[in-house]
């Protein structure tokens, strides 16, 4: 073996800053009140503080390569030279990239989509028949050598080949991305080579993709790459990375490469096939025992009787955690709101560090160095299993008593028929997804609450004010059917979790999504129940202001789980049908008020799906279920609206029909509508509302191409079933660009109604 085994790393680590301090630079360097140079001067410092940290931890293989400004994937597009041609003209690296990333006023941003199943978005790079790749090796090699100065045993991460073509896009008649795999190849063989010369020991090369069913052949993808790769004499050694699930034929063919590393899940995946592959002999086999996309403590005894099942079946052994904690909070210590119980079950990203070095000591020491942390583990784990929170037989009859009372509405040509006569809407009428911005005002309003400066009173005078101004200025638009805005949440989950109990909400557990965009989610601790009403005063009191239909807004049980860090102590089902059911009560008390709509959102039902496709059937069941669970409590003149964004939808597409909800609202803009297509494939009649813009761009459509994307939703559905609305929430928009962007929705809906 080539390169010098190691005993403790990690996978990749969290880049946003423990503060959010990345966020508001670049935020700042966007709207023009920093430059480049202080950027990159608090990059840096983030970067250094984060390796120095891991270091001095007790890893000895520290990951690098693992930060950036937006995305890995479009870092790697970046490295490969495939970036879109319509960013090429912008001369500066950096504004290049974040065109690419977000759009400007006349170039339209990169798809998004979820990176395989977290809550994380990426970018999908565009392949064309015209793209020529090209080796751009600087960033890696910068951060490298940062880490090389500071004594740093660094090891570079990058996405490997496989997976970045499999999640590529093709554009242009291109071709399955995949299918460049020639072109490809050396320019990686070239990465490593520079590398090694750049002083590089060992490189880690991911490969998720290889844990999934993205290609018909994932072990003779392995098997060609890692042969080709393996091969080269002139590079550091290689360390094949995969993660979220097994690797099954992919793990024999890739150890029978000259690879000298191969890391495997063994949190989502099981140990069972490594003694049977005789060619992990002669490999570093770095077995990810310690969860890096949930927060519950290690069961460290029973990770090291795992780890000492692999001693005899690899030439060593290291530990780490299942993937890069990126998905997970930095730490622990700023929860001072956490009780000691509470805390004594959870591990952040720090104390999941601190887990794969307690681990690694008690593999080269033996259990007796570290065993006080193991009999604390094992008390606190006894501690979880007996509190009285997390088990609440009240919760378990409830959900009984629901699922009698049946998940069925009426049918939907009824239905329709009943609302129709009720809410007297024009066709293509036009609505708003949700959230408007979380205006300064709003953001300086809920910090003054947390610092007791104004008391709950004044602070919810001050969100009813932004709501009257929301409904105002939905009026002034000519919405068809208006929405309060949600200036009282601060999140479209972490609201719901905080007045639900079985929940905790951390202060500052923040969580890369995307770009700039973080969120804390909540921690579901223990059997779900709704105490009281959450949303219906807002709700009232917004359409209590306006005599045009106001949509009471939330979050469906799917999303709250995907979108939370969820117990594992039961099935995702049990407790997906006890938040259905607190849901459920919700939507009946909205109905109560008078409200005619409820729109119950479920961005998050892809997300979840397994990344077999053997599993994904049952999945889907229960997730439809609990939807229908939530939802089926009203009566057929209460219309069901529920929200879809940002993923690749085919797979799941029969499951948004069965949703049955009454509106579907689903992310189209970046797409160009090829949703639409999959939705008439399978005989979809209800109502649907393809997103005609982008939210996620600062760029304010024009009249004309909302008119275009209107007209072709038109080609595909009939206009009695269409929806007018924007892609997504608009709380991330500036109050100016959403005025301007809905006016010129308004004109264009008006447009096409009159020639319809």
């Not at 503060?19 to 140079?37: M, N, P, V």
């Not at 503080?49 to 270091?55: C, E, I, N, R």
């Not at 530990?319 to 001072?336: G, I, R």
């Not at 079985?502 to 557990?509: P, S």
Request: glycine share 6%.
């Amino acid at each position: 073996m080539t390169g010098t085994p190691f005993t403790a790393t990690t996978l990749g680590s969290a880049r946003i800053g423990p503060k959010r301090q990345l966020k508001r630079a670049i935020e700042s360097y966007w709207a023009g009140r920093t430059d480049q140079t202080q950027l990159h001067a608090l990059a840096t410092d983030l970067r250094r503080d984060g390796l120095q940290k891991l270091h001095t931890a007790g890893l000895d293989s520290v990951p690098v390569n693992t930060f950036s400004f937006y995305d890995q994937m479009l870092d790697t597009a970046v490295l490969l030279g495939a970036l879109p041609p319509r960013v090429a003209g912008i001369a500066d690296d950096l504004d290049r990239y974040f065109a690419a990333a977000r759009g400007t006023g006349r170039i339209a941003p990169l798809e998004m989509t979820k990176w395989f199943d977290t809550n994380y978005h990426y970018l999908v790079p565009e392949i064309s028949a015209s793209t020529e790749f090209s080796l751009n090796p600087g960033k890696v090699l910068g951060e490298l050598d940062e880490a090389l100065s500071l004594g740093i045993p660094a090891r570079p991460v990058i996405i490997g080949p496989i997976t970045f073509l499999l999640l590529s896009k093709a554009v242009d008649d291109g071709g399955a991305p995949i299918g460049r795999l020639d072109e490809v190849i050396p320019l990686y063989r070239e990465l490593l080579s520079t590398l090694r010369s750049a002083g590089a020991e060992w490189v880690q090369i991911d490969e998720p993709a290889l844990v999934t069913d993205l290609h018909d052949d994932p072990a003779g993808l392995a098997s060609r790459v890692y042969g080709e790769l393996g091969s080269a004499t002139d590079r550091p050694a290689i360390l094949v990375a995969s993660y979220f699930g097994d690797l099954r034929d992919a793990l024999p063919a890739l150890a029978a490469t000259d690879v000298e590393g191969i890391a495997l899940d063994l949190v989502r995946g099981t140990a069972d096939a490594v003694a049977t592959v005789p060619t992990l002999t002669s490999k570093l086999l770095v077995a990810g025992v310690v969860n890096g996309r949930n927060i519950w403590r290690n069961d460290l005894s029973a990770s090291l009787a795992t780890l000492a099942t692999l001693l005899g079946s690899a030439a060593s052994v290291a530990v780490s955690t299942s993937c890069s904690t990126l998905h997970v909070p930095y730490s622990l210590d700023p929860e001072t709101e956490l009780d000691d119980t509470l805390r004594s079950w959870l591990a952040f990203g720090e104390e999941k560090v601190a887990e794969v070095v307690t681990l690694a000591t008690a593999l080269r020491d033996g259990r007796e160095s570290v065993s006080t942390t193991l009999d604390d583990c094992s008390q606190a784990l006894a501690a979880r299993r007996s509190d009285p929170r997390v088990h609440d037989d009240r919760v378990r009859e409830q959900v009984a008593e629901a699922l009698r009372a049946g998940i069925a509405r009426g049918p939907s040509a009824d239905r329709r028929t009943a609302q129709n006569e009720r809410l007297n809407l024009p066709e293509v009428p036009t609505t708003t997804i949700g959230s408007y911005p979380q205006t300064s005002a709003i953001r300086l309003a809920r910090a003054a609450l947390r610092k007791n400066e104004i008391g709950v009173a004044e602070y919810e005078q001050r969100m009813r004010d932004e709501v009257a101004s929301v409904i105002a200025l939905q009026e002034d638009l000519g919405l068809d059917v208006l929405v309060h805005g949600e200036p009282e949440r601060n999140d479209m989950v972490q609201y719901f979790a905080e007045q639900l109990d079985g929940f905790f909400a951390t202060e500052n557990g923040w969580v890369q999504s995307y770009g700039t965009r973080c969120v804390r989610p909540p921690i579901l601790y223990g059997d779900v129940r709704r105490p009281h009403a959450m949303t219906v005063a807002w709700i009232d009191y917004a359409q209590s202001l306006t005599d045009r239909p106001v949509k009471g807004m939330l979050t469906g049980p799917v999303t709250i789980l995907a979108w939370s860090f969820v117990r594992d102590d039961q099935p995702l089902a049990d407790s997906a049908n006890q938040i259905a059911v607190a849901i459920r009560a919700e939507t009946v008390d909205l109905e109560a008020a008078g409200i005619g709509i409820i729109q119950v959102d479920e961005p998050a039902l892809r997300e979840l799906l397994p990344l077999r496709s053997e599993d994904q059937a049952a999945y889907l069941t229960w997730a439809v279920d609990a939807f229908r669970l939530s939802t089926s409590g009203v009566r057929d003149s209460t219309q069901i609206h529920t929200h879809l964004c940002y993923s690749e939808f085919g797979t799941v597409i029969g499951a948004i029909s069965d949703l049955d909800a009454d509106v579907t609202s689903i992310e189209a803009a970046r797409s160009h509508m090829e949703v639409l297509d999959d939705l008439n494939a399978i005989g979809y009649a209800n109502g649907v509302g393809p997103g005609v813009y982008d939210i996620h761009s600062p760029r304010v459509p024009e009249v004309g191409e909302i008119v275009a994307s209107l007209k072709a939703a038109l080609d595909a559905v009939p206009a009695q079933r269409l929806w007018i609305n924007p892609d997504c929430g608009l709380k991330t928009r500036s109050t100016d660009e959403v005025e301007a962007s809905l006016r010129n929705l308004v004109t264009a809906a008006h447009m096409v109604r009159s020639e319809l």
